[in-house]
Structures are given as structure tokens and as C-alpha cells.
């Protein structure tokens, strides 16, 4: 095996993105980078960088424990990748949230003095 892969290739049989043509289109929109720097599609990855992903809003960073050019299953693929991604923000407690019925109306007066002072206004 040799010492780089391209990097949408890689993504792609880390099991990151779902197929090897949303990896390439991640590379294009800017949403890949590597040890810092956005990444072209063809740009080779080495064992020890780390590369980032945005996913659904979301970054996904790796570093590449292992360089992989076919896809692999999923075992494989997490023992080619060690993931250093920050945990996701949980579901926001319902308590922090103000609720209002559907079909309560227009808030009164009082009401509308509570939200202002719930949203710091």
C-alpha cells in the first residue's frame, strides 16, 4: 500500500460521507480540510493527519490511524480513523424553552412581559 491516498477517496472508505461522489462534492464546497487547510479533492492524506469534515452542520475530525483506498466495513474503518470530534450539543431541555399551546392566542400583556424577560430583552 503506499504512504497517501487522495482525500475524497479516503473519506469515503472511513465511511464518513456516503459516496464517493458527496465526498468529491464536499472537497469542491469547501467542507473538507486537512491539518488545517481546505483540501482539493485529489490532495493526498498521510498516517497522522487530521482531517476535517463538515457533516449536517456538524465537524467530524479524524486523524488517519490507516489510508485506505477501497471501502471496507464498518470495523475496519473505525480502527483506520481515530475520531477527536466534539461531542454533539444533546436536545435542549424542554424546561429552558418557553412552550406556548397551539391555538392559545395572542399573548396577554403579563405573557408578553415574561417572554421579553426570558429572551434578555
Known sequence: MSDRARVDVWIWAVRLVKTRAAATEACR????RVNGNPA???QPVRIGDE???RIHGFDRIVIARQLLAKRVGAPA???AI???SPPRPSAIDSAQVPHRPRGAGRPSSRERRE???LRGR
Do not use: P
Open 40 to 42: 482539493k479533492a485529489s
Open 77 to 79: 474503518a473505525a480502527a
Open 115 to 117: 417572554i421579553d424577560r
Open 29 to 32: 464546497g469547501g467542507h473538507v
Open 51 to 53: 482531517v476535517r469534515v
Open 82 to 84: 481515530e475520531d477527536r
